[in-house]
Structures are given as structure tokens and as C-alpha cells.
């Protein structure tokens, strides 16, 4: 297979299912019907659409909401905050992919439906620890198969369900 680039959303499903890891970084496609995706579409395309520009760094695609004395603020859409940790690493990566360029920032976890906003600064010990995950993600989607499944909360609600447990 081509070469694979670490991707935020990789790094936001490796905290959740690394099953998914793998099918996502093979273009298994989902079930498209799924409703959360929808939503999930949604919100990240409407939902804060006035203050943020979206732009590419290599192999990402970050929204910034702000500029200020060389800073940027990225912002993360997510439609729960169930998921924290998932959403802070990923969000992390970014800061840490921004500061690989030269680019100091820090970032903004946005949850609209529960109207909460959480900040996010990189530091040591995220860089640290995405750099083993980075490693860790390649390791697996390298892997000829993916991680059998495993029931977990977030099943039910995940577009590859049907796939895993049908
Ligand atoms: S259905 Fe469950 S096991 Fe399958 S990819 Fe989704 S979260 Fe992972």
C-alpha cells in the first residue's frame, strides 16, 4: 500500500478503537447512512463556520480562528465531549504539526451542542507521547489485518458497526 500520512482523525480514532485505525487508513468505507456522521459533517462544516479559515499543512487540514502577535488559535468541532482525551491529542497534534513549521499556537476544543469550549496547550508530555503514537499508528496500519473487534461503548454509535458485527 501507498504511503501513509498520520492524519487527525487517525490520531482521534487510535484513543478509541484501533480496529478503526486500521479500516479508515485502508479506505474501508463506512456506512455512510449513519446518522452521527451526518451530525458530525454538520457541525464541523456549519457550525463555527463565521470565525474559522480553514487551511493545509502538508497531509492536514486545520481550522484556525484566530491570528494574533504570530500565534494561531486552532479550533476542534466535535459533537461530545464523551471522548476528551481523543479530541485533546488530536487537537494536540496539530499544535504540535504547527510548531514543526514554525508556528506557535494553541488551540480550542469546541463542543456546540453542549455549548462548552475547553483550551488546549501543547506540552512536553503530549509531544512525547504523539510521538509514540505516530509510531504506534504506522505500526498498526502496516499490519496486513486489522485488530479483531471488540465491543466497546462507542459501537454503537461507530459507521463501521455493521461491518464489525453483522
Ligand atoms: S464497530 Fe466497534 S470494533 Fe468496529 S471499528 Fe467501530 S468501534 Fe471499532
Not at 1 to 26: D, F, P, Q
Request: glycine share 6%.
Amino acid at each position: 500500500m501507498e504511503n501513509i500520512k498520520v492524519t487527525g482523525s487517525l490520531i482521534w480514532y487510535y484513543y478509541i478503537c484501533k480496529r478503526e485505525v486500521w479500516l479508515m487508513a485502508h479506505g474501508i468505507i463506512a456506512d455512510q447512512e449513519n446518522p452521527n456522521i451526518d451530525l458530525g459533517r454538520f457541525l464541523q462544516d456549519y457550525a463555527y463556520q463565521r470565525d474559522k479559515k480553514e487551511v493545509s499543512l502538508g497531509h492536514i487540514k486545520l481550522d484556525i480562528l484566530q491570528k494574533k502577535d504570530g500565534q494561531v488559535i486552532v479550533g476542534e468541532v466535535k459533537k461530545t465531549s464523551k471522548f476528551a482525551q481523543s479530541a485533546k491529542m488530536q487537537l494536540a497534534y496539530y499544535l504540535l504539526e504547527l510548531e514543526k513549521n514554525g508556528i506557535a499556537g494553541s488551540g480550542v476544543l469546541m463542543f456546540p451542542k453542549e455549548k462548552k469550549r475547553e483550551k488546549v496547550e501543547l506540552t512536553d508530555e503530549m509531544k512525547k507521547e504523539l510521538d509514540f503514537v505516530v509510531r504506534d499508528i504506522l505500526r498498526i496500519v502496516y499490519e496486513p489485518r486489522p485488530l479483531p473487534p471488540k465491543k466497546i461503548h462507542y459501537c454503537k454509535n461507530c459507521a463501521y458497526s455493521e461491518f464489525c458485527w453483522s
